[in-house]
């Protein structure tokens, strides 16, 4: 029996009896979705973790909700399904370093992972909010849907800060630090500098 929803993988029709006709092409034309790196923390009877998630995104504004793909068996996924509550730090384009270290599988576990970097205690979550970050947002989970081979984690925003600074983007399987510039024809535009760094797809663990 497949773990996929019936919604999901019957197709049905058309669609169904033609398939893809270039895997490989529609993954490449999926990493050209640009996207902002964070890294989630959770914090829960003491012991704090934080893993790197490109897949995050806005999914309401009234209520302020957001959505973050997960596998189902990272320590972060089983960690935040006890906590309830958990904490985004949106990266800026000079936390290279902090994509990589929460990206790494072998970093060491609890406090010690944050070793090097400014943080503090987020008071709604109590959650690590890493210094030098974009922005920081306080969470309510509010349910889970399994969606393919992830899990999508829904969250209430409960608090946020920012500031003035140029986003890590996620882009073609790298990260990119980004310049935002005004366009005239639209709010904004982003267009990546040169990085020759890995981009972390999802999320580590």
């Known amino acids: 029996m497949s773990r996929y929803p019936a919604w999901l993988t019957d197709r049905g029709g058309a669609a169904a009896a033609e398939g893809y006709e270039d895997p490989d092409a529609a993954r490449l034309a999926l990493r050209r979705l640009a996207s902002s790196v964070t890294v989630l923390t959770v914090s829960r009877d003491g012991v704090r973790h934080g893993t790197t998630a490109s897949a995050v995104v806005t999914l309401s504004r009234d209520p302020l909700v957001l959505g973050a793909c997960l596998r189902p068996t990272s320590t972060f996924a089983g960690m935040v399904r006890r906590a309830g509550r958990f904490s985004v730090n949106v990266l800026g384009s000079a936390q290279q370093d902090v994509a990589r270290r929460f990206a790494n599988p072998s970093r060491p576990l609890g406090d010690a992972q944050f070793d090097g970097f400014d943080w503090t205690t987020d008071p709604l979550t109590g959650a690590p909010l890493i210094g030098g970050s974009l922005a920081h947002m306080a969470c309510r989970v509010l349910g889970w849907h399994q969606v393919g081979d992830h899990d999508m984690l829904l969250a209430e925003v409960t608090g946020g800060s920012h500031t003035v600074d140029s986003p890590m983007l996620s882009f073609a399987g790298r990260m990119h630090s980004a310049c935002v510039t005004p366009a005239a024809s639209v ?19």
């Open 187 to 205: 709010s904004a535009s982003v267009s990546a500098s040169i990085s020759g760094s890995a981009s972390p797809s999802e999320v580590a663990s």
